[in-house]
């Protein structure tokens, strides 16, 4: 990855993916309208969230747990659709 990281703002006009592997040069979280909140008290850490996530955006921590970069996460739901034991809820951005 090189220089200045890239906004969703400076993508090309139907967002067409012209380089391979370019989606972690991408800021494309920041136009999300709900963001993923983890209650770790109920994982039992299967990672169905980071199997499932289409954007590779979870990753797990030194204790086994999964935590999601928002710098990167769109906000689809699917881990929180994903996971068996209800771990993660979607709650709606809030306007900073």
């Known amino acids: 990855m090189s220089g200045k990281q890239k ?4 993508l090309k006009l139907g967002c067409v993916v012209t380089e391979p592997g370019s989606a ?8 999300r ?3 993923p909140i983890r209650d770790n008290t109920k994982c ?3 990672g169905a969230c ?3 996530c289409p ?3 979870i990753n797990e921590d030194e204790d086994g747990f ?6 990167y996460c769109k906000g689809c739901g699917i881990c929180a659709h ?12 809030e306007e900073e």
């Not at 906004?7 to 400076?10: E, I, R, S, Y």
């Not at 040069?25 to 920041?30: I, N, P, V």
């Not at 999964?66 to 710098?71: I, K």
């Open 7 to 10: 906004g969703w703002k400076d």
């Open 24 to 31: 972690s040069s991408t800021k494309t979280g920041e136009w």
């Open 33 to 35: 309208s709900e963001r």
């Open 44 to 46: 039992m850490k299967c």
């Open 50 to 52: 980071y199997l499932y």
């Open 55 to 57: 954007e590779g955006c």
């Open 66 to 71: 999964f935590a999601t970069e928002l710098y």
């Open 82 to 93: 994903e996971c068996p034991r209800g771990v993660i809820t979607m709650i709606e951005e």
